[in-house]
Structure formats: structure tokens, C-alpha cells
Nanobody
Framework: QVQLVESGGGLVQAGGSLRLSCAAS????????MYWYRQALGKQRDLVAA???????NYADSVKGRFTISRDNAKSTVYLQMNSLKPDDTAVYYC?????????WGQGTQVTVSS
């Protein structure tokens, strides 16, 4: 069983920064791909960023150059550094862990960007 706990969300003005964290329990973190998704009110859940077990990364076009995903295997934690935030970044942000058939989601953390 894996538990994912996100933190770091909050209210920030446009142009500001936040860093989200997602701490994982269990022993498979270092061998798992990790993802950040977001879901704005009334919209579908979209992939924001991904990082593989070898720390290769991918980003949605909308966040390239502004967001950075990283991981600390010693802490079983994945991060999402968000800079130059825009009101359109307002959403609930979720982390996700996938390794083979294992697929877990966190409970989400709210990010609100005011204009």
C-alpha cells in the first residue's frame, strides 16, 4: 500500500511562486514514475509534469519554462516548483505514482493564483 500526501498549495499573486511537495510511503518510490496533474473547477484533470525513475522529465506545453519537477529518492518525495504563476494555473494539484500495475493518487492540494 502506498500513500501520497501533497502539501505546499495556497494563495499567491500572479507572478509569484509556490513549491508543491508529495511525500510517498512504502518502498517503491525510487523505482516509480511520478506525475503532477491539475484539475480546475469544471474541467478535466490534466497532466502537468512527469519524472521517471531515472529523473527524465516531461512537461505540458502550458508550463514549460515556468514549472520544474524534481525528486528526492532519499526522502521519497517529488516536488513541483512553480514560478511566474498565472491565474490560469489555479487548480487542485494531484500527484500520482505509477509502477507497473501499481497506480496511486494523492488527495490534492489547492493552488489559487490571484490577478
Amino acid at each position: 500500500q502506498v500513500q501520497l500526501v501533497e502539501s505546499g498549495g495556497g494563495l499567491v499573486q500572479a507572478g509569484g511562486s509556490l513549491r508543491l511537495s508529495c511525500a510517498a510511503s512504502g518502498s517503491i518510490f525510487s523505482r516509480s514514475a511520478m506525475y503532477w496533474y491539475r484539475q480546475a473547477l469544471g474541467k478535466q484533470r490534466d497532466l502537468v509534469a512527469a519524472i521517471g525513475s531515472t529523473s527524465n522529465t516531461n512537461y505540458a506545453d502550458s508550463v514549460k519554462g515556468r514549472f520544474t519537477i524534481s525528486r528526492d529518492n532519499a526522502k521519497s518525495t517529488v516536488y513541483l516548483q512553480m514560478n511566474s504563476l498565472k491565474p490560469d494555473d489555479t487548480a487542485v494539484y494531484y500527484c500520482r505514482l505509477i509502477k507497473g500495475p501499481v497506480d496511486y493518487w494523492g488527495q490534492g492540494t489547492q493552488v489559487t493564483v490571484s490577478s
